[in-house]
């Protein structure tokens, strides 16, 4: 069964941080790279952080330096680590394969206010 249940989002403020986390089904996670991708109000998604089944990472630059994305193998999860948060991070959060795998799930709600 295709499963990804991100969760971990909220309501901070600039400077604040937040750790995301997102358990997904063997059949996605095993062997692949993971990826967070963002959507804000009216835009598309966007990828923001990848990393291999090996661990090495890839982030978009407005991200870079203030988000971490990690993998716990054994435990088919991934996190992203956010830090400095802006209010510009606001979006859905999401997490899926990368390249990204055609299922999503309901992903979860970081707001940053100013």
């Known amino acids: 069964q295709v499963q990804l249940v991100e969760s971990g989002g909220g309501l901070v403020q600039t400077g604040g941080s937040l750790r995301l986390s997102c358990a997904a089904s063997?059949?996605?996670?095993?062997?692949?790279?993971m990826a967070w991708y963002l959507q804000a109000p009216g835009k598309q998604r966007d990828l923001v952080a990848t990393?291999?089944?090996?661990?090495?990472?890839n982030y978009a630059g407005s991200v870079k330096g203030r988000f971490t994305i990690s993998r716990d193998n054994a435990k088919n999860t991934v996190y992203l680590q956010m830090n400095s948060l802006k209010p510009e991070d606001t979006a859905v959060y999401y997490c899926?394969?990368?390249?990204?795998?055609?299922?999503w799930g309901q992903g979860t709600q970081v707001t940053v206010s100013s």
């Open positions: 990393i291999t089944r090996g661990g090495v990472t």
């Open positions: 899926n394969r990368h390249p990204a795998y055609n299922y």
């Open positions: 063997g059949s996605i996670f095993s062997g692949n790279a």
